[in-house]
């Protein structure tokens, strides 16, 4: 026999509220899981920049050695020569790296979705103990 909604009990409601709560609650971090997912992704392409600048800061570093020790090329001294590359290679090394690092500041990390479904939980809750 089915008791309409107005003839339950209050423990009956409250199990039901419980059911459904725990439901929601299993979705939102999903949800969570899911978005945090999306933007982890996007950061380790960031991180790939990173990786390049330091790598190719690295050759400029290396192309600096070798200016101390060519000493002198044919049109001017082998140090000057290669210490014009190695600045070269080290600056498109620090602008890799500078580019990396300013898109991960703008990776917004925090599940905004979430936060806001989970707002409307929550009154969603309020009104159903009304």
């Not at 423990?11 to 969570?32: C, H, I, K, P, Y």
């Not at 997912?37 to 400029?60: H, N, T």
């Amino acid at each position: 026999m089915q008791t309409s909604k107005e003839d339950r009990s209050l423990g009956e409601l409250f199990g039901d509220l419980t059911r459904e709560m725990s439901t929601l609650v299993r979705q939102e971090v999903n949800l969570a899981s899911s978005e945090m997912g999306a933007k982890i992704s996007r950061a380790g392409k960031d991180v790939g920049y990173l990786a390049i600048g330091g790598a190719v800061a690295y050759a400029g570093f290396l192309a600096l050695l070798a200016a101390l020790i060519i000493g002198l090329a044919t049109f001017l001294p082998w140090w000057v020569s290669a210490l014009i590359v190695g600045i070269i290679v080290a600056g498109i090394g620090y602008f890799l790296i500078q580019r990396g690092l300013s898109e991960l500041k703008r990776v917004d990390l925090a599940p905004h979705q979430t936060i806001d479904t989970l707002k409307e939980d929550l009154q969603w809750a309020k009104e159903q103990t009304k």
